[in-house]
T-cell receptor, first 114, second 113 residues
Framework: GAGVSQSPSNKVTEKGKDVELRCDPI?????LYWYRQSLGQGLEFLIY????????KSGLPSDRFSAERTGGSVSTLTIQRTQQEDSAVYLC????????????FGQGTRLTVV | QKEVEQNSGPLSVPEGAIASLNCTYS??????FFWYRQYSGKSPELIMS????GDQEDGRFTAQLNKASQYVSLLIRDSQPSDSATYLC?????????????FGTGTKLQVIP
């Protein structure tokens, strides 16, 4: 595709429900990142994929958060039993695996937990 | 020590002035360095990449890299109100089979008309 695509753009969910956020990286990009950004705050790293494996999951805030990537392409971030503090914009970025590693971002998913 | 450090600002400059944004990083072996611009409510957008010591210029933007000092900067000449945004420094850290782009927390720039 032309760019990184995330869906849905907006998601409103009730506290306690599970949500799935999707990221379609740029074709051929083997590295994929998930970040979270709360209002007025910086990027909070969540997880990094190289291909289908995740060498760095250090940013996942709790075991309610998980992510997977299949076929070296699409990634899904799942949040179980959502809490109000999970409300944020979730951003995905992808890059070629090279020393240049220019990362390009999707438009984000705005998650609101009510 | 944070891996990538930036002053959070806000940095206020008058229209037409030079804005200077700074970033330091911890991994001496880092090879690639990037500046992103993020407008409020939008995703970060890549504006500059730099890979070797010295200056890299693109229009009104100049990225400067000093690997010995582990320091990267972004200069914006003739600053415009439309340059008001948060600027994120990013560094490709690691080597060989493991490399990861790490972001700073960003510096908010305000250009005063």
């Amino acid at each position: 595709g032309a760019g990184v695509s995330q869906s849905p753009s907006n998601k409103v969910t009730e506290k306690g429900k599970d949500v799935e956020l999707r990221c379609d990286p740029i074709s051929g990009h083997t590295a994929l990142y998930w970040y979270r950004q709360s209002l007025g705050q910086g990027l909070e790293f969540l997880i990094y994929f190289q291909g289908n494996s995740a060498p760095d999951k250090s940013g996942l805030p709790s075991d309610r958060f998980s992510a997977e990537r299949t076929g070296g392409s699409v990634s899904t971030l799942t949040i179980q039993r959502t809490q109000q503090e999970d409300s944020a914009v979730y951003l995905c970025a992808s890059s070629l695996f090279s020393y240049r590693q220019e990362a390009f971002f999707g438009q984000g998913t705005r998650l609101t937990v009510v | 020590q944070k891996e990538v450090e930036q002053n959070s600002g806000p940095l206020s400059v008058p229209e037409g002035a030079i804005a200077s944004l700074n970033c330091t990083y911890s991994d001496r072996g880092s090879q690639s360095f990037f500046w992103y611009r993020q407008y409020s409510g939008k995703s970060p957008e890549l504006i500059m990449s730099i890979y070797s010591n010295g200056d890299q210029e693109d229009g009104r933007f100049t990225a400067q890299l000093n690997k010995a000092s582990q320091y990267v900067s972004l200069l914006i000449r003739d600053s415009q109100p439309s340059d008001s945004a948060t600027y994120l420094c990013a560094v490709n850290m690691g080597s060989g089979g493991y490399q990861k782009v790490t972001f700073g927390t960003g510096t908010k720039l305000q250009v005063i008309p």
